[in-house]
């Protein structure tokens, strides 16, 4: 019993116990989270409305749109986002700058004027130097000579984007008088 009466003793001594004791412990530095401004097209203003709390919050700095680089792409619109940095999903520091890379829309070549120029030079032209899909109609022509252009679609000097279908009409040689009014893709 004597033992008993020590451990008694022994716990009303520390009857002030248990005290809570509150511990903090570092859960490392606070990061934010870079959102995917890629997957839906949107432009500069709309990313940075979204962006707008994490920089408050991170302090971040973002590249003014001026500052921004520009890449063709077939795909996006002008001014659309096509990358960010950092990417997507990536962890954002006090601190960080946001970069962008915008799209300036299809890449675009100026036409030439193919009027009264050999069929055969104009196609070549416009297959591999402009890297452009060329459709062809013959149409019969008292004032143009067979095998010439006759006119084109789009007109010289408008801008097309690279790798776009152009037509031109060419007369064509022995065949003019039977085409008369009738047009033939090829």
């Not at 003793?9 to 116990?17: A, C, F, Y």
């Not at 077939?74 to 601190?95: F, Q, R, Y």
């Not at 104009?122 to 000579?145: F, M, P, R």
């Amino acid at each position: 019993m004597k033992s008993s009466a020590r451990t008694q003793s022994r716990t009303e001594k520390k009857g002030e116990l248990p005290i809570t004791i509150n511990v903090w412990v570092s859960a490392g530095e606070d990061v934010g989270t870079m959102p995917d401004l890629t997957t839906k097209p949107m432009t500069y203003d709309q990313a940075m409305t979204i962006l707008q709390d994490l920089v408050a919050e991170y302090e971040l700095n973002v590249q003014p749109y001026e500052e921004t680089q520009k890449e063709y792409d077939d795909e996006l619109a002008v001014d659309v986002i096509k990358s960010t940095t950092p990417a997507a999903n990536a962890e954002l520091h006090k601190g960080d700058t946001i970069t962008f890379v915008l799209s300036r829309g299809p890449q675009t070549v100026p036409l030439i004027d193919f009027t009264n120029r050999e069929r055969a030079w104009a196609e070549d032209q416009l297959k591999n130097v402009l890297g452009l899909e060329v459709e062809v109609h013959e149409e019969a022509s008292d004032t143009v000579e067979a095998g010439l252009v006759i006119r084109q679609n789009p007109t010289a000097t408008t801008q097309v984007p690279a790798a776009a279908q152009w037509s031109c009409g060419s007369a064509p040689a022995r065949r003019a008088a039977a085409m008369k009014g009738k047009r033939k893709s090829f």
